[in-house]
Structure formats: C-alpha cells, structure tokens
C-alpha cells in the first residue's frame, strides 16, 4: 500500500481499526485469531493500527499491544483516552485534569507493552472543557517522549483551532464515508488548511457500505446496529439509491462497492486516512485491495454529482449509542 502523512507521521493509506476485536459489534472472535488477523493487516501493508482505553474497556489495547508487538517499531499505534472516568480510574483531581490524563497514558503505554504512542487523542472533547490545557500536557508528553503526537476526535473547528495553536495536532479523527459527509463543510478544509490529517473512522458506514447487509439482518449483544438509526429497516430500505450508485460503478471498475467506497475517500483528499474495522480475512483483502482502485477524474467527478443527489437517512450518534448501556455517557458539543 502507498503511504499517506498525518502531518509528520507517515502511514499506510488505509489502516485497521482494532475496535471490533473486543467491542461495539456484538460477537467477537478469540483472541488468537483476532490476532491473526492483525497480522494479516500487517503483511498486507497496513502500518496504522487504532485503539482506545475505551473500547472494552481496556482489553482492545491488551490485545493490539500483544499482536502488534512483534512488529511494534514498524508501524503507528494510535490510542484514545475519554474525559470520563473508565473503571478504577477515579481520582479526586478529575478525569480531565493532568494527573487523571497522565495516569491513563501511563496505564495505556503498560497495557499496549510499549514505551510510546505514536498519535494519542483526546476521544471526545466536551464543550466546557479547556482544550488549551490539555494541548499544553499533551506538549509535555511529547518532549518527555511519551508520545509522538497527538490528536482529537469528533471535535469542533473552534476545538480544534484552540488546541492546535498551543500544541499543533497531528491528526483529528471523526467519522467520515460517504453516508456522513458532515465534516466536509468545515472540519476537513480545516485540516487541510493547518497541514492536520483526518482519520476517517466508520468509513464502511458500519458496514453498510458494503452491501452485505440488509434490513432483515439481526444484530445482537453490543453491536452499535441494534441502536443507530441509519440501521433502522425502514432507513436500510430508503437508503437503497447509495448502494444502487455503489455497484454500478463497481460493475464498471470490477471492484466491490466497499471497495469504491474508500477508493472514491482516497481520491478526494490525500489527508485523509481510512480505519475500516473487519474481522475476515476476505473484508481485509477486499478492503485493503481499494488501495489499488485509481478513480479517473472524470469517474471520481461522476460520483460526487451523484452522490449530492442522494439523501441520507439515519446517521450514528454517541446519544443512540448510549441507550446500550455498554459505553459511559460523556458530554459532548
Ligand atoms: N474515535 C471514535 O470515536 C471512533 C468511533 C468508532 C470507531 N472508531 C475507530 O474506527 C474503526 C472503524 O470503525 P468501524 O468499525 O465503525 O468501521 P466500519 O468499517 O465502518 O464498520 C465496521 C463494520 O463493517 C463491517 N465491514 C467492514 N468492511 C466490510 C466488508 N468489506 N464487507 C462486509 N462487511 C464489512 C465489519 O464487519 P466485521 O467486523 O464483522 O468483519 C464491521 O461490522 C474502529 O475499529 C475504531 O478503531 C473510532
């Protein structure tokens, strides 16, 4: 796979999310094939593996420290804390205070089995939060050798202006395909604006992008698709005309719709850096295999006219993925 820059940290240009291995998808698989699967992201050239003390909680960064150690020094290991307290964390100071926020890096770095992270993001940053402060401890790590750089995920643009004028961030990773496009308006100019990198997560749309899924599939335990609303039957139904657009350029091209889908994200900005999450060895050949998809001007036009043609029903918001119970509520813009 060809490499891609968050700012100053180069990466292959898609990379693997690691959250399904232990959360927010329902079923998971065992640990010693969530880790043959990692390796299989590697050997195809991914270098940008996601975490976050979040997902599990704590457990997703066990398991990605343990499979990404035998190649740890090759690749680009980002994580996440929340601003909320995760289970045994608390401390009089706050989650949002440095002592809260070192003690997570410190717990992270000793759960991911390495000395440093390479991109570490604020996971959500609250609209009463003072982001210059953490951009200020985030500096600190930086010179301790800590981290490399750092991040901020779903945040605003005023969020992101402040913070980057105390300690530049490298990348702000949101949620970003083609059934959520609302970071185009602001956000993404943004980025490129500041030289920061987007990491596009939920890029497949939850899979929906794939056209695998159907509005019969059931979906069980802690899987984010019994809530969100874009999984909704009715939405499922309604939202038919994105797949239609996908496989008749598929047909075209002799790619997958989920292939078109991220090759059609690679061609519009080269920022931008996809994290789909797959836990089959043929959805990460498929998926990895976009990279090798070259849109045509032309083509790549066609399907922006198109696709401002299409509404959108149903989205995935932190407030439907609450009523799950599985993640702690935090407060957000
Ligand atoms: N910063 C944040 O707040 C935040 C939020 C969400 C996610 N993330 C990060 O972003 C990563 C990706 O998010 P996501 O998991 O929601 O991404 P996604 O790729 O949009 O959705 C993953 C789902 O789509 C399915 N899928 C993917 N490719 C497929 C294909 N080719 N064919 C059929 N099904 C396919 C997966 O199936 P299987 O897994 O069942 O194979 C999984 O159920 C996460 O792992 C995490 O690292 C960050």
Redesign the pocket.
Known sequence: MQKRKLREIEVSEIGL????FSH??GAIPTEEESIRLIHKAYELGCTLF???EA?GPFVNEELTGKAVKPFRDKIVLTT?FVPVFQEGQEIPEGKLSKKGVTNALNDSLKRLQTDYIDIY?E??VPQDSKVEDVAEWMGEFIKEGKIRAWGQ??STVEQIRRAHAVTPLSAV???Y?MMERMFEKDVIPLCKELNIGFVA???????F??G??DKNTKYKGDDVRRVITRFMPENVEKNQPMLDLLNEVAAKKGA?P?QISLAWMLHKNNFVVP??????VE?IV??FGAANIVLTDDEFNNIEKELNKITIYGNRTDEDIHKLGTVKAIKIN
């Open positions: 999310g690691c959250m399904g927010g998808y996601d975490t976050a997902y996440k993001y996971h959500r995920s779903q990773q949101s949620e395909s997560f939920s890029p497949m749309a939850g899979g992008l794939s695998k899924y997958t989920a994290i789909p999450g797959m836990r089959k959805r498929e998926n």
